[in-house]
């Protein structure tokens, strides 16, 4: 790969921070969440979480130790504004300064991401992601963060997976807030998209020749046999998931099938939430894609019963313990395709990495071997992208270390370090020195 080439780990503000209450934080829509009855499993909480707020210079030697260049991490809004969401709250700005210079005096260059879910209470109070006319709190807060920033922050990422937002947070509700609406759900896709294109000027006047651009979670849909019923669905799942977000940004409208499937089925009254300029903006050039990559899908039509529909084509391999399959061609294939079709002009893997657990040996080990396979499989998959002209320049790997993994709480592990949520005792497992060995090479 490129001596330039970003090595880097991937965090978010809620999931590791802890310290919800402190230094003028407003309360967040996750502390809400985590705060309402059987919304996060085993009632866990993040108001502790790996207590990286007062641990971050710690947990930043790790960066070292890897031998890292870059970092991707993201800002509390509830940390930075208060309730009127228009006034700053310096102690807020201040511990991102103080973490941002850390990493800069050890030479690691800061990605940053403004929305990594965690927004204010009172921002979805006033109607949040659903009303348009909330966009503009967005704005005041990306204002305010890159005016703060911009002379030291050289990669701003807007929104982190829209899709995952809408989806979980407003379709199937298990994520916050826990609504379960389609027609808003895509409202809301279309406002964090809109909000994305109008974020960007306001980033680039504030941070100049910094590099903007926006992190997108993309499954590939594969169908499970070549019944026609089976390549249809696959072709829904694929403008659902992908295409509704890649279409957009790169010039084009909405998938259109997929439009028509939802209301024809009566899921929506229609796609009625689209001002005239509205295309213009969601497609304002970005510098780069950042691609969260965990695995594919292998799709099979509910149209016809299972035992009409064998055999599956595909045999799925290997699962994580989200039951996400291992599947690193997918990854190589999807830079291919998503650099074939939409052109970015550079692309970052802004994710990609496993939930395993496994126990600390006596020796206080943590033989991790599966994450191994899974990091080592997944760069080789980047590689020969890179080897056929893809423009890849960074690879993060989900995550530094063990962390709040959202309404799973604290069962699912994706750390290189692993976290004892008791004593907050760090132990970096074999997956750590491996990428250490793959980045020194
Ligand atoms: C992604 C999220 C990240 C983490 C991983 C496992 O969807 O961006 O915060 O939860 O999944």
Known sequence: MKKDFMWGVATSSFQIEGSNDIDGKIRSIWDEFCD??????????????????????????????????????????????????????????????????????????????????????????????????????????????????GDIINYWITHNEPWVISNCGYKDGIHAPGEKSVYDSLKVNHHLLVSHGQAVPIIRSNSKDSEVGIVLNLTPGMPASSSSEDQKATLLFNQFFNDWFLDPLYGKKYPDEVAQDWISNGLIPGIDFIND????????????????????????????????????????????????????????????????????????????????????????????????????????????????????????????????????????????????FETLKRTPKKSFWKYKEIINS
């Open 277 to 420: 300029n509205d295309y213009d903006i969601i497609s304002t050039p970005t510098d780069f894609l950042g691609i969260n990559y965990y695995s594919r899908a292998i799709i099979r039509s509910d149209s016809i019963s299972e035992s009409d529909n064998l055999p599956i084509e595909i045999v799925a391999g290997e699962k994580t313990d989200f039951d996400w399959e291992v599947y690193p061609d997918g990854l190589e294939n999807l830079l291919i395709d998503v650099h074939r079709r939409y052109s970015p002009k550079s692309i970052y893997i802004t994710e990609n990495g496993c939930a395993y657990d496994y126990p600390i040996e006596s020796d206080g080990d943590i033989l991790d071997t599966k994450r191994v396979e899974y990091l080592e499989s997944h760069i080789q998959a980047c590689r020969n992208a890179v080897d056929k002209g893809v423009p890849l320049n960074g690879y993060m790997h989900w995550s530094l270390m063990d962390n709040f993994e959202w309404a799973e709480g604290y069962c699912k592990k994706f750390g290189l370090i692993g976290i004892d």
């Open 36 to 149: 309402t009855p059987e919304k996060i499993k085993n009632s866990d909480h993040a108001k502790i979480a790996c207590d990286h707020y007062n641990k971050f210079s710690d947990d930043f030697n790790f960066l070292d130790e890897l031998g890292v260049n870059c970092y991707r991490f993201s800002i509390s809004w509830p940390r930075i504004v208060k309730e009127d969401l228009k006034t700053k709250n310096q102690k807020g700005l201040d511990f991102y300064h103080r973490m941002i210079n850390n990493l800069l005096d050890r030479g690691i260059e800061p990605f940053l991401t403004l929305n990594h879910w965690d927004i204010p209470q009172i921002f979805l109070e006033k109607g949040g992601w659903t009303n348009r006319d909330c966009i503009k709190y967005f704005l005041e807060y990306s204002d305010i963060v890159s005016r703060e920033f």
